[in-house]
């Protein structure tokens, strides 16, 4: 049986939260990530650089797939060989109307943004910082009118940085979620939602995690994101599809990695034999 995990990386198999980390998790799903049969995507907000990083000093098992900077871009991971997908760029594209990078900040611009370093940043990725107590309902309303009038199909994804207090704005083409990313990547590598298992913790992973794929949420997630994921599954009709992590698992606590396995166990039961 072939499957995907797909799964984000800070505070969800990255153990960099203020929560407890189990000491057998990483380890466990080190040894799952090894198996013949499972392929491992990484669904984060970092680019590649730092997707490296922390890969060597998480010690994380090395992906088949990225998908990085939050779904807009795609890797083919072999080794040191990391192949960009051209035909998930060019979807991704359209959905710009041709505007450069500078016309959109430009045209989105309201009180309290700064933008993130240029190292964060992407080809169809912008991103800024906000206050934690940031009036979001206002200005994301007013942002997301702002790129309607202009013809611009996009996305605004605001989540906070727990460790830092501190508010993370993504402006990203409206095609380019992470859910979107999973499912084009799904149907190119042949994986139906069944052997399919994605997994997140944050804001920008709810989507994701509220689509028909099966998913866990981990137990390390904040209450505000449970509640949003919660209430995104019920108004998809997709609860069935969503798992959330409890801990009392092997001895695990449900947070971050330990999550993901009891996630997995939940929906492909058989898997847990293949960390064990």
Sequence with gaps: MRLLICTDLDRTLIPNGPAAESPDARPRFSRLA?????????????H???VLAAIDQYQL???DFVIGDVG???????GADWKGSVAWSARIARDWSSLDREALIDLVAVPGLRLQESDKQGAFKISWYTPEDWDRSRWLT?????????????NLIWSLDESTGTGLLDLLPA??????????????????????????????DVAMLA??????????????VRTETLAA???AGTLESLYLARGDFHGMNGNYSAGILEGLAHFVPETTNWWE
């Design 72 to 78: 807009t871009t795609l890797y083919r991971v072999a």
């Design 61 to 63: 098992p090395p992906p």
């Design 233 to 235: 599954a019920e108004q």
């Design 175 to 204: 095609s380019a979620t992470k859910r979107h990313a999973v499912e084009f990547l799904m149907t190119q590598e042949g994986f139906t939602p069944n052997h399919t298992l994605c997994a997140g913790d944050s804001g920008n």
């Design 142 to 154: 007013e942002m997301d009118q702002r790129l309607t009038d202009a013809n611009v199909r996009a």
């Design 48 to 50: 590649r650089e730092l």
């Design 34 to 46: 090894q198996h013949e049969e499972v392929t491992v995507a990484y669904v984060t907000g970092r």
């Design 211 to 224: 689509s028909p794929i099966p998913a866990v949420l981990v137990a390390n997630a904040t209450e505000q």
